[in-house]
């Protein structure tokens, strides 16, 4: 089975002034596509996307807070407005703001919840109509939604409920969602990342952090980038080809 290339596609990336999302940017723009890179964070965005462009690629900073459902479609619009079209979207963005149920500051969860969840279902509404064109007419013959969980969205740990609900519901959305448009070729991938060295657990409250990091000191864990090779394998099978569900941890990593 030989690879697809990604020449003449458009992917957008959530997240991607850092870790993840950052890696996945520069991966498939490296595969050929060009690649609107959207966050909060403009001047970091700036930066990878003159990195790209330095690369001899295409990619477009977008500014967004996706939590805002309008920022989500404008992110999307912009997109298309300006690269042409949208095949592929990468639904990144997260925040893991870990901690016991009891006595948690519920601020956190409204956070990942308007994050987690609906920046991702937001982001793929406003993107679906340019997918499903994408699809229709594309070398490819096909568009992809892939979205980033966790191995949290399998496995409920104490001290977790909150980002376990909102990466449980993204393993859900993301299978009814593929029933619901396997039929029209837009595949859908759900990615589940065990410990990745990221910023993700920099905006864990006090107290709580420390414990979390105490789990992964003795472990060699992810980098980005194996992260976003897989994603980027996923993206380039031929269109009858969709790898639904990818568990990704380091070796190392028990639970
Ligand atoms: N690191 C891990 O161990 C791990 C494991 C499993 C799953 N994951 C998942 O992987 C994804 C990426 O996380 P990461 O590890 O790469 O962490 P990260 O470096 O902290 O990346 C998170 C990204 O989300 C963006 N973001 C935060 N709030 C946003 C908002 N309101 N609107 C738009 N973008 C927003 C951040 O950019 P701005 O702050 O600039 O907006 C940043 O680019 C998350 O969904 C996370 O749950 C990570």
């Known amino acids: 089975m030989t690879a697809t290339s990604l020449d003449g596609t458009v992917a957008l990336v959530t997240g991607a002034s850092s870790g993840i999302g950052e890696?996945?940017?520069?991966?498939?723009?490296?595969?050929g596509a060009k690649v609107a890179v959207a966050a909060r964070r403009l001047e970091r965005l700036e930066r990878l996307a003159?990195?790209?462009?330095?690369?001899?690629?295409?990619?477009l900073a977008i500014q967004s807070d996706i939590t805002d459902q309008q920022q989500a479609i404008a992110a999307v619009e912009r997109t298309v407005d300006e690269l042409g079209r949208l095949d592929v979207?990468?639904?990144?963005?997260?925040?893991?703001l870990l901690g016991p149920i009891e006595d948690a500051p519920t601020e956190e969860w409204d956070r990942m919840i308007?994050?987690?969840?609906?920046?991702?279902?937001?982001?793929?509404?406003?993107?679906?109509?340019?997918?499903?064109?994408?699809?229709?007419?594309?070398?490819?013959?096909?568009?992809?939604?892939?979205n980033i969980s966790s191995v949290a969205g399998r496995l409920a740990r104490a001290g977790s409920g909150v980002y376990?609900?909102?990466?449980?519901?993204?393993?859900?959305?993301?299978?009814?969602?593929?029933?619901?448009?396997?039929?029209?070729?837009?595949?859908s991938t759900?990615?589940?990342?065990?410990?990745?060295?990221?910023?993700?657990?920099?905006?864990?409250?006090d107290g709580v952090r420390e414990q979390v990091r105490e789990r992964f000191v003795d472990i060699q864990m992810l980098e980005s980038a194996d992260v976003a090779e897989a994603i980027?394998?996923?993206?380039?099978?031929p269109w009858h080809v969709s790898l639904n569900e990818i568990l990704i941890r380091p070796t190392e990593q028990q639970g």
């Open 23 to 31: 890696a996945t940017a520069r991966t498939l723009a490296g595969h």
């Open 50 to 59: 003159a990195e790209i462009g330095r690369h001899g690629h295409t990619a």
């Open 89 to 96: 979207v990468v639904n990144n963005a997260g925040q893991m």
């Open 114 to 146: 308007d994050l987690n969840l609906k920046g991702l279902i937001n982001t793929t509404h406003a993107a679906l109509p340019h997918l499903l064109a994408a699809a229709e007419d594309s070398a490819r013959g096909c568009a992809d939604v892939v």
């Open 164 to 187: 376990n609900l909102t990466k449980h519901g993204v393993g859900a959305f993301s299978e009814s969602f593929r029933q619901e448009f396997a039929s029209r070729k837009v595949r």
């Open 190 to 205: 759900l990615i589940e990342p065990g410990a990745v060295d990221t910023e993700l657990s920099d905006h864990i409250r």
């Open 232 to 237: 980027a394998y996923a993206v380039t099978r």
